[in-house]
């Protein structure tokens, strides 16, 4: 009778203790030595600074945000009077440093990607101003920039009494740009939820249409349905609120213009002289991540039939990305924190308004933590985003 052999049973998988010898336990060791390392130093930090203020008499403290400011601010997108906390008359310079941030990478971006492009061009005359336009701003120092376009504002531009005028709907002295703006009324909440949901579904119709094409090889319409899609649902979400289309048109009065929306010489000065200035280097960024691509992409799209600036959008471009985002990144970073130098012509970013709160509170140490705080989280948000750009952009391979 044959032997019964007993089946073979796998091993029993070994349950890892907490050894010396294990590389996760190393980890996580080395870990909890490194947070507990920086959180004494600044536990030590803090509590000496803190026993330095009692024996100097020096209050400390962020009860005084909820005192009264007792300051005025010249601008502000929400409602703020002197007699708020000084809480919101942070809000109101935070919300200003955004609003420069935003708009001066918008427009140094799509500035910067032209000049970029155009230094690759045939022509000679536009090669050349591409070239002398970088090296111009990016050699002279952003502070000395940002005082020339305050002192051309200042001085140079027309009296408040007689405004350059364009089509009665532009004006512009040297009180600044003033420009039409529309009534604000219950209707534009669903105006904007239209635009929002045009802008996911414009988002989400892309995304489809390429995984499609990439399915099955079918190409559908991508820009002409997703244009569509934004614009009908905009156009729906007006049309629910009652298409509110009124605007509020700027008008000279006796001694200025009154009326509309406007932006000031300061907001100006700040957002054109970072804009202009990282522009500047955004475009020798565009220049070299172009640069890298090998010729032999521009030849195939060119033995296609493709033309060049197809060849750009559809080729060149996509691939030129990778090595662009990182060092892009950078230059968002310093064109938000080189907003702080707008104290030096007068608007109220968290800078000025942290400055004028140690003037009148005396909490120095608070005001400059608030500062820190702000630009940290707009640095992390800024890098999160183009993180996710890059992962994004990144070439998939299969």
Known sequence: MAELIPPRRAPAARRQGLSWRSRRTRGWAYQFVAVAAIAFVIWLLVSSTLQNMRLRGIQSGFDFLLQTAGFDIGESWFGYDSVDPYWKAFAVGAMNTLRVA???????????????IGRFSHNVLVRSLCYGYVELFRNVPVLVQLLMWYLAFTEYLPAPTEPVNAAGLFFVSKNGLSFPSPFWVAGHALGAAGFIAGVVAAGLYLWFAKRRFEQTGQQLPA??????????????GLWLGGSPVEFELPAMSEIQVEGGASWTPE????????????????????????ASVPAGQHEASASLGISRLRSMRLVVMPQALRLIIPP???????????????????????????NTAINQSGRAVECIAIIMAVYFTTSLVTSALMGWLDRHSALKER
């Open 328 to 354: 892009l990144t950078n230059q968002y970073l310093n064109l938000t924190k080189n907003s702080s130098l707008a104290v030096a012509v007068g608007y109220p970013d968290v800078v000025s308004i942290a």
């Open 223 to 236: 820009a002409l349905g997703a244009i569509g899609l934004f614009v009908l649902l905009a156009a729906l």
């Open 267 to 290: 907001f100006l000065t700040v957002l054109l002289g970072l804009s202009f200035y990282t522009s500047a280097f955004i475009a020798e960024v565009v220049r070299a991540g172009i």
């Open 102 to 116: 935003v708009i001066g990478i918008v427009l140094s971006t799509l500035l910067g990607t032209a000049l970029g």
